[in-house]
């Protein structure tokens, strides 16, 4: 998968952000079973970054009051009243690793996210720095990030770690944050402490412009296999793409951050072979519809209504994208 590189103002980073299809759920965050690879039956060096079998397996501490053990990405606890449905609940984000040394011991630790829901309408993530020590994996430090954050990057360098972050600003709701902020941590004295923050600007679809955006899924739990696939490109207030057979294009404006309209939409009309026509037919309807925008662990979510209800069409950026770098105080 590609390294992307980008350097905030208030230091030189790099980062590498492990992405894949999204298999979350409506919350916003899912859950992470993991896969075997061929080099897990030999075993992981005893230097390696934690697998991703092992962090959706592992042992979390700072969630709750006592520390958590995932099972296949996931964590449930007791109702919180006997006999009723509530309960408290954890896993890990799906696909999203940053990698980097983030206790200065030479080698490279896992730095994952973790959602937390206790009942409510919220669900918090987290920050977990993960390592291996002989042959267990351990919870290094755990910090929270916030009450239905977004987040669209990750950074690791010089021991900090750095998230690109979509969070509520000054009297906004929770459930709708447009506030952009870079925040940073580091860990000291053997906690992961928030350190550096930076306010950078608020939600525009200039964060959506740059790279192509390929579509993964349609609903999150619809994730699309065809290639070469739908994808999408904005530039300034026109947007381009392919629907997987055809090219389309038109116009998208936004009078209010986090949403969007899409007008004056046109396609060229080459018929292809199914399912690329029914995926292409799909992808287009619920695009017309497309009404929000925001980003979850680094995918890009268009919220759509169509006559079938809400869908959400779920994109990561495409192989060898780079983010721009921001030279800004």
Not at 250 to 274: D, K
């Amino acid at each position: 998968m590609p390294a992307l590189n980008t350097a905030p103002a208030f230091s030189k980073w790099a980062f590498t952000i492990l992405l894949a299809s999204a298999t979350s759920t409506s919350c916003g965050m899912g859950s992470a079973a993991g896969s075997s690879s061929g080099n897990d039956a030999a075993g992981p060096a005893a230097d390696s970054v934690p697998t991703a079998v092992e962090l959706a397996n592992a042992t979390y501490a700072g969630l709750f009051d006592e520390p958590v053990t995932l099972s296949g990405g996931r964590w449930e606890g007791s109702p919180f009243v006997d006999g009723g449905a509530s309960r408290p609940t954890a896993g890990l984000v799906e696909d999203f690793v940053l990698s980097g040394d983030v206790d200065g011991d030479g080698r490279e630790d896992a730095v994952v996210l973790l959602w937390e829901s206790s009942g409510g309408s919220g669900t918090r993530s987290y920050l977990a720095v993960m390592t291996r020590v002989d042959d267990a994996i351990v919870n290094l430090g755990t910090a929270l990030v916030g009450d239905r954050v977004q987040v669209k990057t990750g950074f690791v360098a010089d021991g900090m770690i750095t998230l690109d972050l979509i969070q509520a600003g000054p009297g906004e709701a929770a459930c709708c944050p447009t506030q952009k902020v870079l925040a940073g941590w580091r860990l000291l004295d053997g906690s992961l402490t928030p350190t550096e923050s930076v306010i950078t600007g608020t939600l525009s679809l200039e964060d959506l412009q740059g790279p192509e955006w390929k579509l993964a899924a349609i609903g999150w739990d619809n994730p699309v296999a065809e290639e070469p696939g739908p994808a999408i490109r904005f530039d300034g207030d026109k947007v381009t793409g392919s629907g997987g057979c055809n090219s389309y294009f038109g116009t998208v404006t936004s009078e209010v951050p986090g949403h969007l309209a899409f007008s004056a939409m046109g396609t060229t009309m080459m018929a292809c072979p199914e399912p690329e026509m029914d995926l292409e037919r799909r992808y287009l309807h619920a695009l017309a519809g497309g009404s929000t925008y925001g980003f979850v662990a680094g995918r890009l979510v268009i919220g759509c209504e169509t006559n079938d209800g809400p869908v959400s069409l779920i994109f990561i950026q495409s192989e060898g994208a780079e983010s721009p770098a921001d030279d800004s105080p």
